[in-house]
């Protein structure tokens, strides 16, 4: 019998094989995981829908699969676990809590790949059509529509129940073969339809260069998670009138407490770093400063202010950028927050930070420091309105009382967007942030 | 004589071809509708779906008040007043047609009754009792139907051999009755003479009656026409009949040999055919299939850019509510609108005791494509309703998409499967899940929570019944 991709939730019904961990003879049980799928936004393993004996495997690394394609095919006579179906609506939910590539430490990463819910990846509504003859799921009402309309239903990707067809599927269709139709648009109609709809992705890459000519050249497909942070990164670029600010912070004293409090955390079973004495001097600016924690509602010419405090926090992983969200951050303690940082890593590694996890952030910070570098101009990650970016912390000879003392400086740099924040607000926060880095308060690091 | 111009006529009044005429009129075409016989409606009327459903309801009624006594309330044993209940028959019919013909002229349908000639692509000749018309058209629709066959071995030109067309008069109720084919028509019929008192005996060359139904939808009509029928015998062929006297005397070709038995009449009902022959379509550019079907793309067009084709002459499932489906398609696509035929499910129903009723993907269809489903089956001795009537000899059936749970078929068996399959209709052809059936809320007590009941077996939860495993394969 073979194994066919089953529906894994929403936003998987395709995908890119990205990696195969069966093979033939091996003996597989229902539910287990037999592949690794990457979509726009995730890794999730597939499981086997039956068990048996892999008999052939139908795909390589690097398919392109969408629901009901045959993923293996077993020896049913070599059956080794019983054919049952899994309970069909249970593996989606559980499936789609898994996530993201290989390990990494949350160590920096250069801009941040934004985890707030955009638009739907217009690319995932369409599908390989489905065989000729076999009808697609949808009332005759949008049927006729479809004919109307010229569409072939057959490639749209149904969203309701059973891959259903309804009318919002047929209209997000539309909507990106339109947009694929007008893509090869001069740059300034692109900025200004991006400006528009801030989640467009935007045009088709130019065209194709032989690169050979000039000497040998390799290949590789996009990932699916490239795709999306080059789209949401050009997303970025198109509609945001970004300005960069520029600082050092003097962590001398930061450091010192960071050193002297680091046992007691440590008894209590975490790390202390000083990455969540950074978070909280950032959620305090940002108490002060609630304009840098807002979003801006173009369409309702609104500013929406958060209440809450949910600061990205950008990861460097092999497959690419993730920024998971940690949330509360003023409310929490700061060794809540070593916890939490701590767990994040963790979870990096085991491939476990969810959707969910990477969603609602209200401002990011990307964090070179671990790997070097001083400052550099960070993209803002939709649709927040600024980001901070941390270069390496370095001794250097600094001026305090007119004497050279050498200090420990990071470099820090500020990016926001002008449509929203003015220079002098710019300014003024990086001074509160720079002062909260300098003077955080040594009650903060105590442990009750 | 100068012939009569119209944009649109429409060959044949039955269900399709009163439909497609009306569409036309509805949407400001000028329309002229051709019928043969004196009267509107077609085979569905007079002669097919609407007098038999009037004898076989009085056939329900004999049959319940004969089990009405086992619940304590007698009934005499009933006398039938032949003449009577024809008579009855007639006026359904005279209502209907009358009904017809005074829409069409409410719409300003022009009609005419006599036999209509293809002269060529755009011209129609009428044989009237008045003399002949002359019809110069846009566009025609040929909805001219089918008609019993008769193979010629058994057309002995003897009036005790009929056809449905004949049997639906009911001159006299036979002593012995045979049936030759145990199709729809042979079953229906079957029920009908069994319960007026006949001793039917239904032969048919397949394994088992009722082709193209799944085996667990046929068996309770199995279960009564064991019980109301003399016999019924599969994989058996007539192989010759002749006139003795007044009886016939049949041959059989059976599987313990052959055989010779003598009948009151014989009923034949071994399929239907075009009525294709006769009607000049060899003057126009129309093709016709090997059977005599006129070949038709999904929009009803024809090889002929001026004619259209719906109905049974068109081929497929020859059902007056496939035709009614075609005509407005066809009234479409002649006014250039993006329309074809593309429904999922064509509902059938055979008013047998019990009804029987599928639409979509039969189980057998599945098996026989390869396609794999899962079926929930839900059995109405667990329904409180049949019970309250008496008759838990039914079952109501999903076929099911295993990966998207989409409802691809549906089945039922049982008293008025008929009119509760159009839920099953609606699902299959709007795509619904089992989910979908399973969280719609149904009227209790009523039948149609079979299948809701039916969707709630299929995730292992139904209410009234109980099944360790979650789905019956």
Known sequence: MDIKLPKLGEGSESGTVVNILVKEGDTVSSGQTILELENEKAVAPVPATAGGVVAQVRVKVGDKVSVGQVLITLDASAAAAPATLPPASKPAAEQQRALPPQPASPTPAPAPVPATPAVEPAESREMEPLPEGEAPAAAPSIRRMARELGIDLRRVRGSERGGRIVLSDLRAYIENLQRLAFAPRPAAAVAAAAVAAPSVPAAKPAESIDFAKWGPVTRKPLTALRQTIARRMQASWHTVPRVTQFDEADITALNDLRKKFAPAYEKKGTKLTLTPLILKAVAATLKKHPLFNASLDAAANEIVFKDYIHLGLAVDTEQGLLVPVIRDVDKKSLLQLSQDVAELAEKARERKVSLDDMKGGTFTISNQGGIGGAHFTPIINLPEVAILGLGRSALKPVVREDKIVPRLMMPLTLAYDHRLIDGGSAARFTVDLVQALEKFAEAELKLS | ?473
């Not at chain 2, 209509?116 to 040929?142: C, H, M, P």
């Not at chain 2, 066809?330 to 059938?348: H, L, R, Y």
């Not at chain 2, 691809?408 to 709007?430: K, P, R, T």
């Open chain 2, 1 to 473: 004589m100068e012939p009569i111009k119209t944009q649109i006529v429409v060959i044949g009044a039955g269900p399709g071809g009163y439909a497609a005429a009306f569409a036309a009129a509805d949407k400001g075409y000028k329309v002229i509708l051709v019928e043969k016989e004196h009267r509107l409606g077609g085979v569905c009327l007079n002669c097919g779906c609407i007098p038999s459903k009037a004898f076989l309801n009085v056939s329900h009624q004999i049959e319940e008040a004969r089990e009405s006594g086992e619940r304590g309330v007698v009934f005499s044993t009933p006398t039938i007043d032949l003449d009577k209940l024809r008579a009855w028959k007639n006026s359904i019919l005279d209502r209907l047609a009358g009904g017809i013909a005074a829409l069409a002229q409410k719409r300003g349908v022009q009609v005419i009754y006599g036999r209509a000639y293809f002269e060529d692509s755009t011209t129609l000749r009428i044989e009237t009792n008045e003399g002949q018309i002359f019809i110069k058209y846009d566009k025609a629709i040929v909805a001219v139907g089918s008609k019993p066959a008769l193979p010629k071995a058994f057309d002995l030109g003897n009036p005790r051999i009929m056809t449905s067309t004949e049997a639906l008069e009911i001159e006299e109720i036979p002593g012995d009755l045979l049936i030759v084919g145990g199709g729809y028509i042979g079953m229906e019929l079957g029920t009908v003479y069994a319960t007026l008192g006949s001793k039917v005996v239904v032969v048919e060359a397949a394994d088992s009656i009722l082709g193209g139904a799944d085996p667990d939808l046929i068996r309770p009509v199995l279960r009564y026409a064991e019980k109301a029928f003399k016999e019924l015998r599969p994989k058996t062929k007539v192989a010759k009949m002749s006139t003795a006297g007044k009886k016939i005397k049949v041959t059989f070709d059976g599987a313990d040999g052959a055989k010779e038995e003598l009948y009151d009449r014989v009923l034949i009902s071994v399929g239907r055919v075009p009525n294709g022959e006769n009607i000049g379509l060899e003057n126009t550019k129309v093709e016709r299939d090997e059977k005599g079907f006129i070949k038709v793309n999904n929009r009803m067009e024809t090889a002929d850019p001026n004619i259209c084709a719906i109905g049974d002459i068109a081929g497929g499932v020859m059902l007056a509510h496939k035709a009614a489906r075609e005509a407005r398609i066809a009234i479409e696509a002649i006014i250039g609108e993006a329309t074809e035929f593309d429904q999922i499910a064509v509902p059938a129903v055979v008013f047998t005791n019990p009804e029987v009723a599928w639409c979509g993907l039969t189980e057998g269809e599945a098996k026989a494509k390869g396609i794999k489903v899962e079926v929930a089956r839900f059995p109405w001795s667990a329904s409180g309703r049949a019970l309250t009537f008496g008759r838990t000899d039914g079952l109501t059936k999903l076929i099911v998409d295993p990966e998207t749970e989409r409802i691809l078929g549906v089945g039922v068996v049982g008293h008025n499967a008929g009119e509760l399959i159009s839920e099953g209709v609606l699902a299959v052809e709007m795509g619904a899940t089992v989910r979908d059936l399973a969280e719609t809320v149904h009227p209790h007590p009523t039948l149609s929570e079979t299948f809701m009941e039916s969707a709630e077996v299929f995730f292992g939860e139904a209410t009234h019944v109980f099944s360790k495993r979650r789905i019956e394969h």
